[in-house]
């Protein structure tokens, strides 16, 4: 994390992947070792709920080509 910068140093998450087709799964992070991130690529239930509303997380580092909503 933090790269080309003096306080570089390596992240402590696992990413996890599809032994068949190497799809990342989920994360794990020991700092939150009460949590496991899937990736909303590798959920497949239609029994899903439609959110109710957008929600962007981190724009500071947006490139400039990338609209804003």
């Known amino acids: ?12 998450s696992e990413r996890n992947f599809c032994s068949k ?3 990342m799964l989920w994360l794990y992070d020991e700092t939150w ?4 991130h899937p990736f909303a690529s590798a959920i497949d239930s239609p029994d ?3 959110p109710e509303k957008l929600v962007r997380l981190f724009s500071l580092g947006t490139p400039s080509d990338i609209h804003s909503l």
């Open 1 to 12: 994390m933090n790269r080309a910068t003096s306080d570089e140093y390596i992240a402590t």
């Open 21 to 23: 087709c190497s799809s």
């Open 33 to 36: 070792p009460e949590l496991i």
């Open 48 to 50: 899903l709920k439609v």
